[in-house]
């Protein structure tokens, strides 16, 4: 079984828990609790692969509130970060949310963007396939979720420009209304749940095959090539 760990961010009020709740449940209760941590867990099946959903929904968090996120990042295998699309301030906190995902997670591979110089031809190619695939390590599932899509008439944030820092940060992007539906949260959790595992697959994959390279060098290592007797 799949366990796929999710955490929810953005600021105070952008309906963060409505929308998960909405996924969770199917309702929209008008009023959470909003002054603790939460963890949810589901069990669903998509794709006919059971898994174990955990979800983090965590106090609010500011611009400033870098240590609120830094557990969370360290912990979730995606994130869903919300805003709500009738508060300019919500938006920019959703866009510093996402620089500080970003950057806690290439924090491992700093220094990988430039190629090594005075090197041959085949070793740049395989430090451009090292750097691509640090980068796909690195590069967690998120989408980002304009809420409260039902208050259009007070839209602060157009849609364009959430589809524009979707794409300058690699993600995925939905206007919803937790208010006003279920099948739009119910589809961009499911899209992101799909990436987690195809990630996660990816990371072990990874690591299965470098594992078993390392092991085929240490029996090498310790062996030497047999030679054919002639
Ligand atoms: N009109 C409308 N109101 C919404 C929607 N989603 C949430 N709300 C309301 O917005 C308020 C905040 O929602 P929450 O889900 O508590 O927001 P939150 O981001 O979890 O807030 P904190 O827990 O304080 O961080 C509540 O009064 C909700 O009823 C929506 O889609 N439309």
């Not at 994130?79 to 301030?89: A, E, H, R």
């Not at 590069?139 to 589809?163: F, I, T």
């Not at 697959?201 to 060098?217: E, I, N, T």
Request: hydrophobic letters at 35%; glycine letters at 6%; one cysteine or more.
């Amino acid at each position: 079984m799949n366990d796929v760990k999710l955490a929810l961010l953005g600021s105070q009020g952008a309906g963060k828990s409505a929308v998960l709740v909405r996924f969770l449940t199917r309702r929209f209760i008008g009023e959470y609790a909003s002054n603790a941590n939460s963890l949810y867990h589901k069990r669903l099946s998509i794709d006919g692969r059971q898994l174990n959903l955990e979800v983090f929904d965590p106090c609010s968090q500011g611009t400033e509130a870098r240590c609120i996120l830094e557990e969370p990042v360290d912990w979730a295998d995606g994130f869903v970060v919300v805003y709500n699309i009738s508060d300019l301030n919500s938006f920019i906190d959703a866009k510093n949310i996402l620089r500080q995902i970003r950057e806690a997670r290439t924090d491992n591979c700093k220094g990988a963007e430039t190629a090594p110089q005075n090197v041959t031809v085949s070793e740049k190619r395989s430090f451009f396939i090292t750097a691509e695939t640090v980068k796909r390590e690195v590069e967690v599932p998120v989408c980002l979720v304009g809420n409260k899509q039902d208050l259009c008439h007070a839209r602060q944030v157009l849609e364009e420009e959430g589809r524009c820092l979707a794409q300058e940060n690699h993600c995925h992007f939905q206007e919803v209304s937790a208010a006003e539906s279920y099948q739009d949260i119910a589809n961009l959790f499911t899209q992101l749940i799909r990436q987690v595992m195809e990630h996660l697959k990816y990371r072990a994959d990874r690591r299965r095959y470098s594992g078993s390279k390392s092991m085929a060098k240490l029996i090498n290592n310790m062996f030497g090539k047999r030679r054919k007797s002639v």
